[in-house]
């Protein structure tokens, strides 16, 4: 396998990946999350899976 058939693999099963889950899930921009949120007063919410119980 050379270099240029592998990279064309990779490019297409990501473009194929890309299509399914555009398919199977519309993307819904008013349900979305917010990409970047400094300084949005929103405190962190959930724990951390490896505290210990109390």
């Known amino acids: ?9 990779l ?7 890309l299509a399914f889950d555009l398919t199977t899930t519309p993307p819904n921009p008013y349900k ?4 970047f949120a400094f300084g949005s007063g929103l405190a962190a919410s959930g724990g951390f899976c490896g505290a210990l119980p109390n």
Do not use: K, N, Y
Request: charged share 10%.
């Open 11 to 17: 490019v297409l099963g990501l473009a194929g990946l």
């Open 32 to 35: 979305a999350p917010v990409v």
């Open 1 to 9: 396998m050379t270099r240029r058939f592998t990279a064309t693999l």
